[in-house]
């Protein structure tokens, strides 16, 4: 039934493998201390993307302080419904360069996945977006499109876009391209997300640093108080010990701990955290790391008794936790571990909602129909343990949108690590899936 529309794209396809480089190349970095300017460059690609793929009104969106995202369009028949297709392009920066084993931001290919910075998160997003757009040439429904500039930093300027944008981003049906499949080949729908809170945590001992052998054994070093409040976070086996907070069990298959261990490359001996499934350790239950830690640099350490120390603690919330009161707890359990009478003040951070996704509905109907003939299969349904704020934003704004969350990369991708990657076959597979999801909306509104 569909076999031009897949000849039609596998014949794009060197072209878009092209177009995917060309984005990768592009360092867009939003995270704080990297050039903006770059990230600049990449909306620029992007948009240039778009106007070539056939939509109209493309252009960047601007908000003071914020990194531009990108806007494009394209009509479709006056009764269709309107789809807003989403994914964002500024990525992560790249880490350690000596952990990778080709140039972070030079695409490499072996054995059929693209290695780089973004190559998965979400360069690929734009690029089934762009070949899906091509692919359909004459849009069957309305479409838009939205792509991101700060995603990797929270959306944090997203309610200021929200505000002076929202017109233009309405839609019945919102498709994130920034979600991935269960493993190569095997295509998932994504029905929960985790949310985020997070706080910095300064503690003070004295008012400067003292000798630490006149008196050592005296007072309490900042470093010490820290690792003893960081420490009370974790039971024993490494659940989250903070009170409060939501814990459930993912429904559906386990995944093993071989399963992770590729992506995650544990030292020998290191052991999982928590207990129960998998699953859910990874989508439903909290988890807290410690992201950095701030105090007096090895290489700049003397016998002193250090005064103050600081840390950053990130934490990810179960579906249905209230983002606020997740705070409030986090924020408690940290005054209250404070020991030898330090004094400790916490920074409230980014919060952002955790999400269950309704999966029924024509929209649904339709990306299964698509993926059973982009993948030869049906989806499974899995959870994500990241956040993704755009989704809770969006729904929150458009209440009676149907929110639909796909992608192309897997488990094995090492999102946001050393060595990210893409599977090449994945791409083709996500973009016949969307262009049927697509047709098939369609058609079920003209038969509506």
Not at 21 to 32: E, G, K, Q, T
Not at 277 to 292: I, N
Not at 316 to 329: I, K
């Amino acid at each position: 039934m569909y076999e031009d529309l897949r000849a039609t794209i596998h014949d794009d396809l060197p072209l878009l493998r092209r177009e995917l480089d060309r984005l990768i190349r592009i360092p867009s970095v939003s995270a704080p201390g990297h050039d903006p300017e770059l990230v600049r460059a990449s909306a620029d690609a992007v948009a240039r993307l778009l106007t070539e793929a056939g939509l109209g009104d493309v252009q960047l969106l601007e908000v003071e302080g914020a990194h531009p995202a990108v806007y494009g369009r394209a009509e479709g028949p006056p009764d269709a419904p309107t789809v807003l297709l989403y994914a964002h392009h500024d990525v992560q920066p790249p880490g350690p360069v000596d952990q990778w084993t080709s140039d972070p931001f030079e695409p490499v290919e072996r054995d059929g996945r693209l290695f780089a910075r973004g190559a998965a998160d979400d360069k690929a997003g734009i690029v089934m977006h762009v070949g899906t757009i091509r692919a359909l040439r004459n849009a069957p429904v309305n479409l838009k499109v939205f792509i991101e500039g700060e995603e990797e930093i929270g959306s944090v300027h997203l309610v200021d876009f929200l505000d002076r944008y929202g017109d233009l981003l309405e839609a019945d049906v919102i498709v994130v391209g920034d979600a991935g499949n269960w493993a190569p080949g095997t295509p998932a729908l994504t029905t929960s997300l985790r949310g985020l809170v997070d706080c910095t945590v300064t503690v003070r001992t004295l008012r400067h640093a003292v000798h630490s052998g006149m008196l050592g054994g005296a007072y309490p070093d900042a470093i010490a108080v820290l690792s003893r409040i960081i420490a009370s976070l974790y039971d024993d086996d490494g659940t989250v010990a903070i009170e409060g907070l939501l814990s459930d069990d993912a429904p559906g298959p386990d995944i093993g701990v071989a399963d992770i261990e590729e992506q995650a490359d544990p030292l020998p001996g290191v052991r999982t955290l928590g207990s129960g499934k998998m699953t859910s350790r990874l989508w439903r239950q909290p988890a807290l790391s410690v992201v950095a830690i701030e105090a007096v640099p090895l290489d700049g350490a003397i016998n002193q008794i250090v005064p103050e120390a600081r840390a950053k603690l990130s934490l990810r919330t179960a579906p249905g936790q209230d983002p606020a009161e997740a705070m409030d707890a986090l924020v408690a359990h940290v005054e209250a571990a404070v020991p030898w009478g330090a004094h400790v003040e916490v920074t409230r951070g980014a919060q952002g909602d955790a999400f269950d996704i309704e999966t029924s509905g024509p929209a649904y109907d339709a990306i299964r129909r698509g993926m059973e003939e982009g993948y030869g299969m049906p989806p499974l349904e899995m959870g994500v343990g990241g956040s993704i704020p755009f989704v809770g934003a969006f729904a929150d704004r458009y209440p009676g949108a149907e929110v639909v969350l796909i992608g192309v990369g897997d488990m094995t991708s090492r999102i946001h690590g050393p060595d990210e990657s893409l599977e090449l076959a994945d791409l083709e597979r996500a973009i016949v899936a969307q262009s049927v999801a697509l047709l098939e909306l369609a058609s079920h509104a003209e038969r509506s």
